[in-house]
């Protein structure tokens, strides 16, 4: 068994230090795509973020004796990738081209209200209770804010287009997020993840060549500032954010590790309004203590399992690691 996976209990700085970096990382990562965007066309820089990150993390576990993965779980890998990687994490790096990372930052944590809602009207699925309900009422009403809201000058404060790519891109990893808990999978939770991180950025460069992407990327254009982001996503946001999350997963309990959901879009407005300047108007500052606060009322349920599997992002059991954003 790895020392990944070992049930020993850890020294609580080591556990603290790994709340630390998903949280920082994590909530940074909005940040770190919206640099690399600059001159990176955005399917293409995801998608080669999360092929090399898979490749490596594929390449060790192998080495370290996982067993070669079968078809069919290429074949469920590749689907999850699609709804996770593709649109779900492909979706917000195309809309940060246009909408403020911080605002990126807040309609992505309503995820948690779509998990909750498709896990219920799924065959067979869970009705939640009604402080679910509430949540679900305070979460959605905090997205139509920030997508209806207006800057000072009256003017659109999220792009239409962006806002609404990213509202499905939400839908779609919490969609995403279901299917993996029933989809066929190796033993090994990190390789896993790898062939996922593996086949989702494969289809993401598959996308931005159809696209166009390739025929508009101007390699001279490539600036410092966007290598540097791009070497950060992949090995601090893909890598090192997500080793901390799967190891919490072993020695910390779900719902305290759930609580990345709700500090990283507060980690991402902060970076957000330091490092680019970005402005909240009132209006979605107050959608964002909604969504915020809807997520808190969802995730500190006791038996909120369905929430707890999307804030794994992959939906996987507590044993089992997310992708990272």
């Known amino acids: 068994m790895s020392t990944l996976e070992s049930k020993q209990t850890p020294p609580t700085w080591l556990v603290l230090s790994a709340f630390g970096a998903v949280y920082l990382i994590w909530g940074s990562t909005y940040l770190g795509i919206r640099l690399a965007i600059d001159s990176f066309p955005p399917l293409l820089m995801s998608g080669g973020r999360f092929v090399i990150a898979g490749v490596v993390l594929y390449s060790v576990m192998r080495a370290r004796g996982a067993v070669r993965p079968r ?3 290429w074949r469920d890998a590749a689907i999850v990738g699609a709804f996770l990687l593709l649109v779900g994490n492909g979706g917000v790096s195309w809309a940060e081209q246009t909408v403020p990372t911080n605002m990126t930052a807040l309609i992505i944590a309503a995820t ?4 909750n809602l498709i896990d219920w009207l799924r065959p067979g699925g869970l009705r939640p209770r009604g402080s679910v309900f509430a ?3 305070l979460g959605f009403a905090g997205v139509g804010l920030i997508v209806g809201s207006h800057d000072l000058s009256g003017h659109r404060a999220v792009d239409p287009k962006g806002g609404a790519l990213l509202v499905f891109a939400s839908l779609c990893w919490a969609f995403g997020s279901i299917y993996s808990r029933h989809a066929r999978k190796p033993d090994s939770a990190l390789l896993t993840v790898a062939m996922q991180m593996i086949a989702g950025g494969t289809l993401l460069l598959f996308a931005g060549a159809v696209s166009g992407e390739i025929g508009r990327f101007d390699a ?5 500032k966007s290598v540097y982001a791009f070497a950060y996503l992949t090995a601090i946001g893909s890598l090192v954010g997500f080793t901390a999350y799967v190891w919490l997963l072993q020695v910390s309990t779900p719902a305290r590790v759930s ?4 500090v990283n879009p507060f980690i991402a407005v902060l970076l957000g309004s330091f490092i680019l300047g970005e402005s909240l108007p009132k209006s979605v500052l107050i959608a964002g203590g909604l969504i915020i606060a809807a997520v808190i009322l969802i995730t500190s349920r006791r038996k909120a399992a369905p929430v707890l599997r999307m804030v794994r992002g992959a939906g996987f059991e507590p044993a089992t690691p997310t992708v990272s954003r």
């Open 71 to 73: 078809a069919i779980h």
């Open 259 to 262: 609580t990345y959901a709700y």
């Open 112 to 115: 948690p209200l779509w998990i």
């Open 135 to 137: 949540g679900l009422a």
């Open 220 to 224: 001279a254009q490539v600036t410092a």
